[in-house]
């Protein structure tokens, strides 16, 4: 369903340390070309004791966003969270974005969505329902990862590729005289490689009080070439939707914002996505899981790659596996 609906405003947070490979090799203790082997030079890492919290890095990048979008805080309707990992078990980070943003008095609905790499997708179709319906005129989609607590210093590959960050969006009804709009969102789960991206600890089965519950449960754990693999069988599929809804196909598309997953990763959209129109991040900010699309959008808008009129296609896959994006017209 095609729904008039504006991003009206875009913000970042990146927290102040950057890591370049060398400090990365000095803590692993080992001697390897890491942008080789994950595309990664750099990264930001938070720093919770200087306050570089999820919720501190959500609420920084939710109102620059506000900034951007020349609204107030108060004008929100609706707050969308969708990290990967929330700051606490309950109460849901949402509610804990609003009081930060010392929107407490005003009683916005607060909710999160919980699709690992593809949360800022999905929370843009949400918003769209919403939007479609009248039930809400001016909503914040906001990402924070803070993806360097949970990395295995045993596991090279991953400790090297992750980095921390945030990034919001506001979503508005389209202005009158204006186009833009969400053409159409797709998204397909495919549950044979559910395990191939995980953290098997903190949830109910191995809880970290319980005996079974082991240190390295709590860490992040991926098999990259099986998940790999399962993107590529089912790419063509996921893609087909947006193709069918241009009457050029993917050549109708005028930036493709893709989810940063691995140097492996973007290689493998290569095959499917002219490079030349595909904007990456990966290099600067690691793998930034949900915030990943929402930060290479703002990078992409930054370096004047697209413009109001424009197509673009939001795509990638997250933990599950699930594959999919949302087609823009900026």
């Known amino acids: 369903m095609t729904t008039a609906l504006q991003i ?8 102040q340390q950057v890591v370049p490979n060398t400090q990365i090799l000095a803590e692993l203790g080992i001697d390897a070309d890491l942008e080789a082997l994950s595309g990664v030079s750099t990264r930001h890492r938070a720093s919770i004791e200087n306050g ?48 930060e943003m ?32 009248q039930k809400k005129r001016c909503i914040l989609i906001v990402c924070a990862e803070l993806a360097s ?29 204006q186009s833009s709009q969400l053409i159409t969102s797709h998204f397909e789960t ?12 903190g949830g109910t089965r191995r809880h970290p009080n319980t005996a079974h519950c082991l240190p390295e449960d709590n860490y992040f754990s991926m098999n990259g070439p099986l998940l790999l693999r399962g993107s590529l069988r089912h790419a063509r599929s996921a893609l087909r939707p947006f193709s069918n809804h241009l009457t050029n196909g993917l050549d109708g598309i005028d930036l493709f914002v893709p989810h940063q997953p691995s140097k ?3 290689q493998a959209m290569e095959k499917a996505l002219p490079a030349e129109r595909m904007h990456t991040t990966l290099a600067q900010f690691g793998n930034c899981i949900s915030a990943s699309i929402p930060l290479t959008l703002f990078d992409a808008r930054e ?28």
């Open 8 to 15: 009206a405003g875009l913000g970042r947070y990146l927290p």
């Open 303 to 330: 370096q004047q790659r697209f413009e109001r009129g424009d197509t673009l296609l939001l795509i990638g896959t997250g933990a599950g596996l699930t594959i999919g994006g949302a087609l823009l017209k900026w």
């Open 102 to 133: 010392n929107l407490s008095h005003t009683g916005v609905q607060c909710q999160s969505i919980h699709m690992s790499c593809l949360g800022f997708v999905a929370a843009l179709e949400l918003a769209s329902l919403y939007i479609a319906t």
């Open 264 to 266: 492996v990763g973007l």
């Open 52 to 99: 570089e919290t999820t919720v501190k890095m959500a609420a920084n990048a939710a109102m620059a966003a506000c900034e951007d979008a020349q609204i107030h805080a108060t004008d929100i309707d609706l707050i969308l969270h969708c990290s990967a990992i929330p700051e606490q078990a309950l109460p849901d980070t949402a509610s804990l974005i609003q009081a």
């Open 190 to 201: 495919h549950s044979e490689h559910a395990t191939a991206a995980q953290i098997k600890g």
């Open 149 to 177: 607590v949970g990395l295995n210093p045993n596991d090279p590959k991953t400790y090297s590729l992750f980095g921390d960050g945030a990034a919001a969006a506001i979503v508005i009804p389209t202005p009158a005289e």
